[in-house]
């Protein structure tokens, strides 16, 4: 049977699809509203004076049919999606047209709010802890890998006079140099530092400062030092001068341009701690530490100003030896810095070099301000162990730093038969060339090889001849059955 398909129809069938009873007027002013990575679409009424409205609002369908003028879209949403919202209004069967949003990218569009601010009056002071905000889709530092925060505080009545720090990485801080029985109010907001974008303030959290009298019935922390090595920076102390036990220790540290303390460890039994996360090579810095117990402090332990790329310790770098034909090929690399790379760091960077031979020190060579990562030490001893000395030297800062790298041996670079490595590792005294030296000569065993070939061999001579001194032309030492 033939079927006959009518243009016609087909024609009739698309519009009737793509006709819409647009009696309705659209929702107006449709916008998105996005806070911490929630996603609301809101919209308002049409010009109508028609009741019984109710709308739809799609990215896929999400709200259908209902009558408030908002849909929620935050579950179906990813922080880096490219999103598009769109509504209609619909009565009785009847719909408007579509109102459409422009595309939406949540990472870059929401809103951050602000964070949480806990502050604490303590010797004068104002002790400040910040808790990220919420996010409604993943964790903030999941969203953004460089999450900072700005800060300003003022004595209240005073917000004219406000102080700011800007971008600053620690959760923690202590606002000093206030005045006593003060009242200070404090704002923060999250800055984007891959965006440049910053969020809103949170709102004025205020405390009153109490007198800088501390009861210090606890000695200080003894002995505060800066241990920094490859731009580590380690504050380390020693238990203070008293029998009391259940000691817990907070430690700060300060930089040049900032007003205040940043607290890094806090309330913590080990009399170490980490300052790396938040220095910088070529900053000032003061660090401090007290010993607490039960409410009571004792004063603050301080540091004299440390600078780290003039006073950190930079680790040896990795040497590496390869002995090929009598010479030692040797390759350097940079030690790994805690803080960005050497050479960022550093503008010149060669190293000193010094190698002897095991056991004559006193003899060695030194080579110093070699710019090359790779270099051959040639002319040397074969069969000898040496030992290099790497010493590098960054020029500018005059930074010298010591590496110890230990022996190598020098070897031929052919490959000697299983059987001769095997002589040559026992004592001497078994050595096949001790051997010959000896008056009595010792007796090899051999067994005789035929060699059989399908065609008949053709007679050019013999494979070797004998020299005098029973050893081949090349040189290979006959057992002493032959040489009789």
Same mark, same amino acid.
């Given at each position: 049977?033939?079927?006959?398909?009518?243009?016609?129809?087909?024609?009739?069938?698309?519009?009737?699809?793509?006709?819409?009873?647009?009696?309705?007027?659209?929702?107006?002013?449709?916008?998105?509203? /996005?806070?911490?990575?929630?996603?609301?679409?809101?919209?308002? *009424?049409?010009?109508?004076?028609?009741?019984?409205?109710?709308?739809?609002?799609?990215?896929?369908?999400?709200?259908?049919?209902?009558?408030?003028?908002?849909?929620?879209?935050?579950?179906?949403?990813?922080?880096?999606?490219?999103?598009?919202?769109?509504?209609?209004?619909?009565?009785?069967?009847?719909?408007? *047209?579509?109102?459409?949003?422009?595309?939406?990218?949540?990472?870059?569009?929401?809103?951050?709010?602000?964070?949480?601010?806990?502050?604490?009056?303590?010797?004068?002071?104002?002790?400040?802890?910040?808790?990220?905000?919420?996010?409604?889709?993943?964790?903030?530092?999941?969203?953004?890998?460089?999450?900072?925060?700005?800060?300003?505080?003022?004595?209240?009545?005073?917000?004219?006079?406000?102080?700011? +720090?800007?971008?600053?990485?620690?959760?923690?801080?202590?606002? /000093?140099?206030?005045?006593?029985?003060?009242?200070?109010?404090?704002?923060?907001?999250?800055?984007?530092?891959?965006?440049?974008?910053?969020?809103?303030?949170?709102?004025?959290?205020?405390?009153?400062?109490?007198?800088?009298?501390?009861?210090?019935?606890? &000695?200080?922390?003894?002995?505060?030092?800066?241990? =920094?090595?490859?731009?580590?920076?380690?504050?380390?102390?020693?238990?203070?001068?008293?029998?009391?036990?259940?000691?817990?220790?907070?430690?700060?540290?300060?930089?040049?341009?900032?007003?205040?303390?940043?607290?890094?460890?806090?309330?913590?039994?080990?009399?170490?701690?980490?300052?790396?996360?938040?220095?910088?090579?070529?900053?000032?810095?003061?660090?401090?530490?007290?010993?607490?117990?039960?409410?009571?402090? =004792?004063?603050?332990?301080?540091?004299?100003?440390?600078?780290?790329?003039?006073?950190?310790?930079?680790?040896?770098?990795?040497?590496?030896?390869? =002995?090929?034909?009598?010479?030692?090929? +040797?390759?350097?690399?940079?030690?790994?810095?805690?803080?960005?790379?050497?050479?960022?760091?550093?503008?010149?960077?060669?190293?000193?070099?010094?190698?002897?031979?095991?056991?004559?020190?006193?003899?060695?060579?030194?080579?110093?301000?070699?710019?090359?990562?790779?270099?051959?030490? /040639?002319?040397?001893?074969?069969?000898?162990?040496?030992?290099?000395? =790497?010493?590098?030297?960054?020029?500018?800062?005059?930074?010298?730093?010591?590496?110890?790298?230990?022996?190598?041996?020098?070897?031929?670079?052919?490959?000697? &038969?299983?059987?001769?490595?095997?002589?040559?590792?026992?004592? &001497?005294?078994?050595?096949?060339?001790?051997? +010959?030296?000896?008056?009595?000569?010792?007796?090899?065993?051999?067994?005789?090889?035929?060699?059989?070939?399908?065609?008949?061999?053709?007679?050019?001579?013999?494979?070797?001849?004998?020299?005098?001194?029973?050893?081949?032309?090349?040189?290979?030492?006959?057992?002493?059955?032959?040489?009789?």
């Amino acid at each position: 049977m033939a079927y006959t398909f009518l243009p016609e129809t087909c024609f009739l069938v698309i519009l009737s699809v793509s006709v819409v009873l647009a009696n309705l007027p659209v929702p107006k002013n449709v916008r998105v509203i /996005s806070i911490n990575m929630g996603v609301i679409l809101e919209w308002d *009424r049409p010009n109508t004076s028609l009741g019984n409205l109710t709308y739809t609002a799609e990215y896929s369908t999400v709200c259908r049919n209902q009558t408030e003028r908002r849909c929620d879209f935050t579950q179906g949403i990813h922080p880096f999606g490219i999103y598009v919202f769109q509504v209609r209004a619909e009565r009785r069967g009847e719909t408007s *047209r579509w109102a459409k949003t422009k595309e939406f990218l949540p990472d870059q569009e929401t809103v951050i709010g602000g964070p949480t601010v806990r502050l604490v009056s303590r010797e004068g002071n104002l002790e400040m802890d910040i808790q990220d905000p919420v996010m409604k889709v993943k964790d903030l530092r999941e969203i953004y890998s460089t999450v900072g925060y700005n800060i300003r505080y003022w004595k209240e009545g005073e917000e004219d006079k406000a102080t700011v +720090m800007n971008d600053r990485q620690q959760n923690s801080l202590v606002l /000093s140099q206030l005045e006593a029985l003060s009242r200070y109010c404090v704002q923060v907001q999250v800055f984007i530092g891959e965006l440049e974008k910053t969020g809103e303030f949170s709102q004025a959290t205020c405390e009153t400062t109490t007198t800088d009298v501390v009861l210090a019935n606890l &000695p200080v922390p003894k002995n505060v030092r800066v241990i =920094s090595i490859n731009m580590g920076v380690i504050l380390e102390w020693d238990r203070p001068n008293t029998s009391l036990g259940n000691l817990t220790y907070t430690a700060e540290y300060r930089s040049s341009d900032d007003a205040g303390f940043s607290t890094v460890c806090r309330n913590q039994t080990e009399r170490r701690c980490d300052f790396t996360q938040g220095i910088h090579p070529f900053g000032i810095y003061v660090f401090q530490v007290r010993a607490e117990r039960r409410g009571e402090t =004792s004063r603050w332990a301080k540091t004299k100003e440390f600078l780290p790329d003039q006073e950190t310790v930079i680790g040896g770098p990795t040497v590496r030896l390869v =002995s090929r034909e009598g010479n030692l090929e +040797m390759d350097i690399q940079d030690p790994v810095m805690k803080v960005k790379d050497l050479r960022e760091i550093y503008s010149t960077v060669g190293y000193n070099i010094r190698y002897w031979k095991e056991g004559e020190e006193d003899k060695a060579t030194v080579m110093n301000d070699r710019q090359q990562n790779s270099l051959v030490l /040639s002319q040397l001893e074969a069969l000898s162990s040496f030992v290099v000395v =790497s010493v590098a030297l960054p020029l500018l800062f005059l930074v010298v730093w010591y590496f110890y790298k230990g022996l190598k041996i020098l070897y031929p670079t052919a490959t000697l &038969p299983d059987h001769l490595k095997r002589y040559l590792m026992e004592p &001497p005294h078994q050595y096949i060339f001790m051997a +010959m030296q000896n008056s009595s000569q010792q007796e090899e065993q051999y067994q005789e090889v035929s060699i059989i070939s399908e065609s008949p061999l053709v007679e050019e001579g013999p494979l070797c001849s004998h020299s005098d001194n029973g050893m081949t032309e090349d040189g290979e030492v006959l057992p002493q059955n032959e040489k009789e």
